[in-house]
């Protein structure tokens, strides 16, 4: 069972230039999830999808876009990449409507932008 | 809004020996989840154990335990018999029952394992 699985592992961009990270994931999930994890600040929510066909706001939106391609895919999009989106991405799913439900996470795409 | 506070940037211990990293959180709401996750120099987060809210009886995985004081908004996990293996980035996060609440995460513990 492959879970969530993110790519790239490692992207190094340059300011201005746009990419996008990759999500899947085969647990039959209806949530799926972005966060951002900076030292001393834990993770952050930029985005997330309840269901197929939704996606809202986190609380770190700002200079990101997703789209919820189908159940199984989530992906993240900088379209004008800056220093400050230097961080780890995880993506992350759980099961939709129970709240002790925990996250499943991908292993995380460190991004370094110059 | 929920805030997740860990107090304790850093920890270590000796090996085979007993560890305790805090966690509170701030919330007005009463039904809730609590979790612990794991980060290994992998990167990879893992989930070590979570509690219920309305549950007194502090959960327990192996030599992972809880200790859960809901009057005190209080949330802290003992690892016992430390080993190595068990070096890594511990957050504590926290889930209202609501539909639509997400996850909130503290800022994470780094836990060293001295030999």
């Known amino acids: 069972n492959a879970g969530v699985t993110q790519t790239p592992k490692f992207q190094v961009l340059k300011t201005g230039q746009s990419m996008t990270l990759q999500c899947a994931q085969d647990?039959?999930?209806?949530?799926m999830y972005w966060y951002r994890q900076d030292p001393g600040m834990g993770l952050r929510l930029i985005y997330y999808s309840a269901s197929e066909g939704t996606t809202d706001k986190g609380e770190v939106p700002n200079g990101y876009n997703v789209s919820r391609l189908n159940k199984r895919e989530f992906s993240l999009r900088l379209e004008s990449a800056a220093p400050s989106q230097t961080s780890v991405y995880f993506c992350?799913?759980?099961?939709?409507?129970?709240?002790?439900?925990?996250?499943?996470f991908g292993n995380g795409t460190r991004l370094t932008v110059t | 809004a929920q805030t997740v506070t860990q107090s304790q940037p850093e920890m270590s211990v000796q090996e085979a020996e007993t560890v305790t990293l805090s966690c509170t959180y701030d919330?007005?709401?009463?039904?809730?989840?609590l979790f612990w996750y794991k980060q290994p120099p992998s990167r990879q987060m893992i989930l070590v154990i979570r509690q219920e809210a309305y549950k007194q009886q502090n959960a327990t995985e192996n030599r992972f335990s809880v200790n859960f004081q809901k009057a005190a908004k209080s949330f802290s996990l003992k690892i016992s018999d430390s080993q190595l293996g068990d070096a890594a980035m511990y957050f504590c996060?926290?889930?209202?029952?609501?539909?639509?609440?997400?996850?909130?995460f503290g800022p994470g513990t780094r836990l060293s394992v001295l030999p």
């Open positions: 919330t007005s709401e009463s039904d809730y989840y």
């Open positions: 996060a926290y889930r209202a029952n609501n539909y639509g609440q997400n996850f909130v």
């Open positions: 647990m039959n999930h209806n949530s």
């Open positions: 992350a799913s759980s099961r939709a409507g129970l709240s002790n439900s925990p996250l499943h």
